[in-house]
């Protein structure tokens, strides 16, 4: 795009809702389109549905841009601000012959049409003469032959017959003007060069294109209507049925980059037909003229196979950095120095693993989570109900136990009557030059337990980690246990052993 042309875009949302992944990517393909050609890109509230609209969906609405990194050049403005504009070219449309006074109401346009086949409004008042008053719409007088031409380049030349368009209301029998009406006008006056919107849009555009000219004799914007975006089983994503908020993207740990990575391909790719890209890739070879009119399949998996590799791509240091606020937010009392502490041994385990920064939170909560308790279902199921997990339980715990300060390998028994491995789970206190307690060590005391009973590494693992961990599955088991400490770690044993007990 000739940077000379002057490209200004807009997008322009309605504050009734959660912001839609629809509405996300609409925007994103006018931002890019925006910064390829040196353009504006405009945000415009279209809040003229007073009683859906809310202050609390525009700052969604804004909230979630920032996060996407879709900055904005002009805006936000408010139709709601803009009344007197609409209800000025309402009145040139009236005077220039181009609008009309009505007085109908539904029942009347029924039972005039009844039995006739007749659908829509009939043109009643066309020629009644009267003047804009309270009780009365105003309506657009359609021409009664020839047809309407967008130019789509998405979808080529679309083509409507002025027949099938009614002399549709401009402004309410209550004096607010309709949507159509104030679109027109906000183009015009913010010199909107290209509207790129969904297609649901594509059937009111000729009524748009027709206002447009009956308002001015500038230059009609050139349009692309961008495919629909559809579930699994390939109907429209709905509010109602559908997860289609941002926000709620952004709230389970999906990272920006990776969401506009995802959005970007739901109607575009590449020419070499590569999928997870850098913006300036996007940038540098985007094309209106290469998006594709079928609908786009909105695939959460793939989204979140997408938030993987975005993640593992993290070095350690900027991973953790993403996902401390979600980590201080879950844990609201643990101090930030408190977490990170026991977060950095772990964090490139943590990474490797996590699809979503909340799916982090969830590895490390055996860390956190306060009261700590093992998931009910797996510790009936892999220590209480298990024959053998007893008997390895409590070989397990002896052995921990008998792993002393390097400098006192014998158990020395201190003046309270007990080893200085068991005084530091009374006290609480982590045990002075523990060297012992390491991943390496305690893999080994659980092999060779384990071979008591003749088990395998893999299946004598899963009862310690139910008693320590919580579940059957998460980190790596022994540098988990590191992490967690001497003191923990044998408390825990003990008290799925007494879980055990309790249920003999």
Same mark, same amino acid.
């Given at each position: 795009?000739?940077?000379?042309?002057?490209?200004?875009?807009?997008?322009?949302?309605?504050?009734?809702?959660?912001?839609?992944?629809?509405?996300?990517?609409?925007?994103?393909?006018?931002?890019?389109?925006?910064?390829?050609?040196?353009?504006?890109?405009?945000?415009?509230?279209?809040?003229?549905?007073?009683?859906?609209?809310?202050?609390?969906?525009?700052?969604?609405?804004?909230?979630?841009?920032?996060?996407?990194?879709?900055?904005?050049?002009?805006?936000?403005?408010?139709?709601?601000?803009?009344?007197?504009?609409?209800?000025?070219?309402?009145?040139?449309?009236?005077?220039?012959?181009?609008?009309?006074? !009505?007085? !109908?109401?539904?029942?009347?346009?029924?039972?005039?049409?009844?039995?006739?086949?007749?659908?829509?409004?009939?043109?009643? !008042?066309?020629?009644?003469?009267?003047?804009?008053?309270?009780?009365?719409?105003?309506?657009?007088?359609?021409?009664?032959?020839?047809?309407?031409?967008?130019?789509?380049?998405?979808?080529?030349?679309?083509?409507?017959?002025?027949?099938?368009?009614?002399?549709?209301?401009?402004?309410?029998?209550?004096?607010?003007?309709?949507?159509?009406?104030?679109?027109?006008?906000?183009?015009?006056?913010?010199?909107?060069?290209?509207?790129?919107?969904?297609?649901?849009?594509?059937?009111?555009?000729?009524?748009?294109?027709?206002?447009?000219?009956?308002?001015?004799?500038?230059?009609?914007?050139?349009?692309?209507?961008?495919?629909?975006?559809?579930?699994?089983?390939?109907?429209?994503?709905?509010?109602?049925?559908?997860?289609?908020?941002?926000?709620?993207? +952004?709230?389970?740990?999906?990272?920006?980059?990776?969401?506009?990575?995802?959005?970007?391909?739901?109607?575009?790719?590449?020419?070499?037909?590569?999928?997870?890209?850098?913006?300036?890739?996007?940038?540098?070879?985007?094309?209106?003229?290469?998006?594709?009119?079928?609908?786009?399949?909105?695939?959460? +998996?793939?989204?979140?196979?997408?938030?993987?590799?975005?993640?593992?791509?993290?070095?350690?240091?900027?991973?953790?950095?993403?996902?401390?606020?979600?980590?201080?937010?879950?844990?609201?009392?643990?101090?930030?120095?408190?977490?990170?502490?026991?977060?950095?041994?772990?964090?490139?385990?943590?990474?490797?693993?996590?699809?979503?920064?909340?799916?982090?939170?969830?590895?490390?909560?055996?860390?956190?989570?306060?009261?700590?308790?093992?998931?009910?279902?797996?510790?009936?199921?892999?220590?209480?109900?298990?024959?053998?997990?007893?008997?390895?339980?409590?070989?397990?715990?002896?052995?921990?136990?008998?792993?002393?300060?390097?400098?006192?390998?014998?158990?020395?028994?201190?003046?309270?009557?007990?080893?200085?491995?068991?005084?530091?789970?009374?006290?609480?206190?982590?045990?002075?030059?523990?060297?012992?307690?390491?991943?390496?060590?305690?893999?080994?005391?659980?092999?060779?337990?384990?071979?008591? $009973?003749?088990?395998?590494?893999?299946?004598?693992?899963?009862?310690?980690?139910?008693?320590?961990?919580?579940?059957?599955?998460?980190?790596?088991? $022994?540098?988990?246990?590191?992490?967690?400490?001497?003191?923990?770690?044998? +408390?825990?044993?003990?008290?799925?052993?007494?879980?055990?007990?309790?249920?003999?």
């Amino acid at each position: 795009m000739d940077k000379e042309e002057h490209v200004r875009v807009r997008f322009a949302p309605s504050p009734t809702g959660y912001f839609h992944v629809g509405g996300a990517r609409t925007a994103l393909y006018n931002w890019l389109f925006a910064r390829q050609s040196g353009g504006k890109f405009i945000l415009r509230i279209e809040d003229t549905d007073t009683e859906r609209s809310d202050p609390t969906w525009t700052a969604g609405i804004l909230q979630a841009l920032s996060w996407l990194n879709i900055n904005i050049d002009e805006g936000p403005y408010f139709q709601s601000e803009r009344k007197d504009l609409y209800l000025k070219a309402a009145e040139k449309l009236f005077l220039s012959g181009n609008a009309y006074a !009505c007085d !109908c109401n539904r029942e009347d346009v029924l039972k005039r049409t009844e039995g006739t086949g007749h659908v829509g409004y009939d043109n009643y !008042c066309r020629d009644r003469g009267l003047a804009p008053a309270d009780g009365r719409v105003l309506r657009f007088l359609t021409p009664d032959s020839g047809i309407t031409v967008v130019n789509d380049i998405v979808r080529g030349e679309v083509e409507f017959a002025n027949t099938s368009i009614d002399d549709f209301v401009l402004v309410k029998s209550n004096g607010d003007p309709l949507f159509v009406l104030a679109v027109v006008v906000d183009d015009q006056d913010m010199g909107i060069t290209h509207i790129i919107r969904a297609e649901e849009h594509l059937p009111t555009t000729p009524k748009a294109i027709l206002l447009w000219h009956a308002l001015s004799d500038k230059k009609v914007p050139t349009f692309a209507h961008l495919p629909v975006l559809v579930n699994e089983k390939r109907q429209k994503l709905s509010k109602r049925r559908d997860k289609v908020a941002v926000e709620e993207y +952004k709230e389970m740990g999906i990272l920006p980059e990776a969401m506009v990575n995802y959005l970007t391909i739901l109607g575009w790719s590449p020419k070499d037909g590569s999928e997870i890209f850098e913006q300036k890739k996007a940038l540098a070879e985007f094309s209106l003229k290469e998006v594709n009119h079928s609908p786009a399949f909105f695939d959460e +998996k793939r989204l979140l196979y997408f938030n993987g590799q975005y993640i593992r791509a993290l070095s350690d240091q900027d991973f953790t950095q993403r996902l401390l606020p979600y980590l201080e937010e879950s844990y609201p009392k643990i101090s930030r120095d408190d977490i990170l502490e026991k977060l950095e041994p772990l964090v490139s385990l943590v990474k490797e693993r996590a699809a979503t920064l909340r799916e982090g939170v969830d590895l490390l909560d055996f860390l956190f989570k306060e009261p700590f308790a093992p998931d009910e279902e797996d510790l009936q199921k892999v220590v209480i109900n298990s024959d053998f997990s007893r008997q390895l339980l409590e070989e397990v715990l002896k052995r921990f136990l008998a792993l002393t300060p390097a400098d006192s390998r014998n158990s020395a028994v201190n003046a309270t009557g007990k080893t200085e491995s068991e005084e530091a789970i009374t006290t609480g206190e982590k045990v002075s030059g523990h060297g012992l307690f390491v991943a390496e060590v305690l893999k080994d005391i659980l092999t060779e337990s384990g071979a008591l $009973f003749d088990l395998k590494l893999a299946k004598a693992q899963a009862p310690i980690r139910v008693a320590t961990l919580g579940k059957k599955t998460g980190l790596p088991l $022994f540098e988990s246990l590191e992490v967690l400490g001497f003191p923990e770690v044998i +408390k825990r044993l003990r008290a799925a052993i007494e879980k055990t007990s309790d249920n003999k």
